[in-house]
């Protein structure tokens, strides 16, 4: 299988140019993802994950790196060619009801989607819709209802459907079911499985949330800091994270099941995450880390393959700890 | 006894569009050193709970009653305002989900913390100042001392958090409630936040009532849960017994709906259906049937009545859930 969408060496860094303490939020991020399948990218506030996402659609504009989307690289795009381009990237968000313009009811806020691109003009529009909204679970009365008449629930299912309207191939879904009710959550998960399996769409799949990603992800990329600290597939990377980083967060994650909560080995991390604008020195997690070194400041981690799809950044990890 | 009786509790409040029922009749006890959870999604009257027993639901439009709601002997809905103020902060603490909201943003955070100790305490500057540093050390802000001239816009979400338990638990409460306390923070800090709980309530035997809409949390920290929906609680027990024999229909609709990180949840998740229950006009049955997946004929004719299971465990709910014998 060829991969649709390929990063390499992503930076995203805030500042005025020249100065000197730019935020690197987003340093040397490399990852691809397969047509139908989804990468997940997990980490904490600040770790740069939905920087990550919004630099792939050149939402905020990447500092360097390449992004080749479908064999063409984004970058090099004119705003024109961008804008068809986004017809196969789609993003949403976390607070769907922020991203829906309040003036506007439903069927107009589907239909916006449809205009911009020139699809289904004239009579088809009204009918192409109703199949939309039906696609995503919202009862076709509620065309002509406004946002905020909506639950948390039908407003994120709102915008999942302006995002398909335009047919893309590719959705960076950025925390879309973290203000949700876990009742309401697990609806608009299972609605997004059900369309990537329906219509064959490749996500980036975003979230704080470790179980949801496990959840949804075949791949789950770690960030800390600005960088991908470890990278596998979903299963081998929650049975054996190798990473320190990753091990404390999964660790910190609480189960619903007070038996095997109790029988997990807890890494409490010490301390908050370090200033962006001026991470430490080697290996950004340095300072939390339980098992760091001297040679730790010195050196940057690179990445040791730990399985045929499955790396981390540490040096530990090569002294065979 | 129990530090902590709740009987019948009702929170009303007036809107416009009529009455709304946020909290139905809720009994429970709380022991000393007990962690009790308080689970529910929004609105089902698990904040409004809380607000009631700590006496800070306004009046006008809110309107508490019960049959008893009593602390440690006191009757706290007989307390005139006066002595509720002084209850609150030295008898009962609460800490909130937003740090930033509950600290005064133009005040030292050592202020803050002297405040309240100079407030309940009668000790002067001094002492005061010595006990601040003791507190926030206590609470595993580093270089203690230093902090004190801080304000809270210089700490991160986790520091603040830690100085609001620090200034809740500063005049050693009885009654803790930390109402969706580590829900904005990041995993990591949060299983500090809760690790400092456990300790520092185990060390003073202060009771706690946690509130969260997370399920994993309240499974790792409390000894006893009680679940809500639509005002009332459904279901209530302790932590084992509840977790492996869920036995109310809504209980089994959260475990089922939340996906787990150890890969043991269901494949797919089952959401519950439908749409949150009306508080202005409640079902005279079952306030979950219509979103219900394991409701019986018998839901539809008469409302739940409350069984009782081993280790004082129980559900309002008809439907025969729990399967016997002991937990696994």
Redesign the interface.
Known sequence: MSALLEVDDLAVHFGAPGARDKVKAVDGVTFSVERGRTLGLVG??GCGKSTTGYALLRLIEPTSGQVVFNGVDLRALDTRGLRRMRRKLQIIFQDAHASLNPRMPIGDLVGEALDIHDLYPGAARAGRIRELMDMVGLASHLVERYPHEL?GGQAQRVAICRALAVEPELIVCDEPVSAL???????I??LL?DLQERLGLTYIFIS?D???V??MSDRVAVMYLGRIVEMAGK?EI??SPAHPYTK???????????????QRQ?V???G??PNPADPPSGCRFRTRCPIAIARCAEIDPIQQPLGPQHWAKCIRLAEGT | MPLLTVRNLRTRFATDRGTVNAVNGVSFDLEEGEILGLVG??GSGKSVTALSIMRLVPDPPGRVTADAMTLDGTDLLRLSETEVREFRGARMAMVFQDPMRSLNPVLTIGRQLTEVLRRHQKIDGMAARTRAIELLEMVGIPSAEKRLTAYPHQF????RQRVMIAIALSCNPRLLIADEATTAL???????I??LVKRLTRERGTSVIWIS????????LCDRVNVMYAGNIVESGP??EL??RPSHGYTL?????????????PR??????G??PNLIDPNPLCPFLP?CRVSVGDCRVRPPVRRDFDGGHWAACLADLAPPGPPR
């Open positions: 904490e506030s639950s009710d876990v009742s309401i959550q697990a609806q998960i299972n499985q704080h470790l179980s949801v496990r959840h299963d929650y049975a404390a967060l999964m660790s910190a994650v609480p189960i619903a099941d007070p038996d095997a909560d109790a807890r409490i991390l010490v908050d995450l | 999604e929004s991160s979400g986790g520091m990041d995993v990591t800090i949060q299983a500090q809760i690790d809409h997370d399920l994993g949390v309240v499974a790792g932590i084992r977790f492996h609709g959260l475990m089922r709906s939340t996906p787990r990180i150890d890969g043991q949840g797919r998740l089952t959401p519950i259906e749409m949150p979103r």
